[in-house]
Nanobody
Framework: QVQLVESGGGLVQPGGSLRLSCAAS????????MGWYRQVPGKQRESVATITSGGSTNYADSVKGRFTISRDNAENIMYLQMDSLEPGDTAVYYC????????WGKGTLVIVSS
């Protein structure tokens, strides 16, 4: 079992920045891919960014050049640095981790509004 806890969400003005964190515990040493997804009411959950244990990253086109995913394998923590935030980035952001199955955190709310 892997437990994931997100933090760092909040209210930010357009153009601002936030850094999300995801702390993994339990059988975290077995994690291969980690990532961030987001969801707004009435829409499907969408992938934002993923990172492998080797550091390979992938981003949604909508966040390329603005968001940066990183991971500290020793501490089992993953980050999402979000810059140049736009109102369209408003969503609940979920941390996910894949071992032989996929685990999800409970999410953290990001609101981008003036």
């Amino acid at each position: 079992q892997v437990q994931l806890v997100e933090s760092g969400g909040g209210l930010v003005q357009p153009g601002g920045s936030l850094r999300l964190s995801c702390a993994a515990s339990g059988s975290a040493s077995g994690i291969n891919v980690m990532g961030w997804y987001r969801q707004v009411p009435g829409k499907q959950r969408e992938s934002v960014a993923t990172i492998t244990s080797g550091g390979s990253t992938n981003y949604a086109d909508s966040v390329k050049g603005r968001f940066t995913i990183s991971r500290d394998n020793a501490e089992n923590i993953m980050y999402l640095q979000m810059d140049s935030l736009e109102p369209g980035d408003t969503a609940v952001y979920y941390c996910t981790a894949v071992t032989w199955t996929r685990y999800w955190g409970k999410g953290t709310l990001v609101i981008v509004s003036s």
